[in-house]
């Protein structure tokens, strides 16, 4: 299996560099080729995987936002031009990440088993996968490098990006959406919620640092 991605990959190579297998033209491909699929919008706290435990549907995210998290940990957020659903495609049904709802989340929702069926009938069907799945990869690579760090440069990083993919980063201000709790960012940073609180109060009062205009909720 790794061979015949490999032999795709060196043939496609300068498509991927090109990101002809993002979101978009991933997307693009499953409704090309008439993949039946629903469009939801899912509720504030659904669980739609759990880790280690089988799942039968693949969503593109279209707007809103997900936690991902494994072994009680938080790995990431996912939010527009995303995939959830295809961590593991090639071994079994199972998830490895268990995925929530943090704010009301529009998705195309796809049948597993009938898309990878005929995903695995293309030669860019396989690329679609693997593009996927590496970027997955990447997410928790950069997450373990990150843990290393000492633990101010630590947050400070993760906000920055929770800033840039749901909030606002403008004029060296940090706008974090208040539906990012202390008790879950804590957790993103591998920092107690007494030591988030006092790096984040230090932000605040020069000004750096906004939680939407309101208090974080615990």
């Known amino acids: 299996m790794e061979e015949k991605i490999k032999s795709l990959k060196e043939v496609h190579l300068e498509k991927m560099e090109q990101g002809k297998f993002d979101y978009d033209h991933f997307l693009k491909f499953l409704l090309t080729h008439r993949i039946p699929y629903k469009q939801r919008t899912l509720k504030r706290n659904t669980h739609i995987s759990i880790e280690n435990q089988p799942f039968k549907h693949i969503y593109f995210i279209e707007s809103g936002v997900i936690s991902c998290n494994r072994d009680k940990n938080i790995i990431g957020f996912l939010g527009a ?8 495609p090639y071994t079994n049904d199972n998830s490895f990440y268990t995925m929530k709802v943090l704010q009301p989340t ?5 049948d597993r088993a009938n898309m ?3 995903l695995l009938g293309f030669q860019e069907g ?8 590496h970027k997955k990869e990447e997410m ?8 290393q760090e000492v ?11 929770v800033a840039r993919l749901f909030g ?15 008790t879950l960012l804590a957790n993103y940073a591998n920092l107690s919620t007494k030591t988030f609180t006092t790096l984040c109060n ?9 939680f939407d205009n309101e208090s974080l909720a615990l």
């Open 81 to 88: 031009k995303n995939i959830v659903g295809l961590s593991n």
């Open 106 to 110: 529009t998705v195309y929702e796809f």
């Open 116 to 118: 990878l069926t005929m």
């Open 126 to 133: 396989w690329l679609f996968l693997y593009a996927n799945n």
């Open 140 to 147: 928790l690579f950069n997450k373990t490098l990150l843990l």
């Open 151 to 161: 633990a101010e440069h630590r947050l400070l990083v993760l906000l920055k990006e």
């Open 168 to 182: 606002e980063y403008r004029d060296g201000i940090l706008v974090i959406p208040n539906y990012f709790s202390k």
């Open 202 to 210: 230090e932000w605040t009062e020069t000004g750096e640092l906004v």
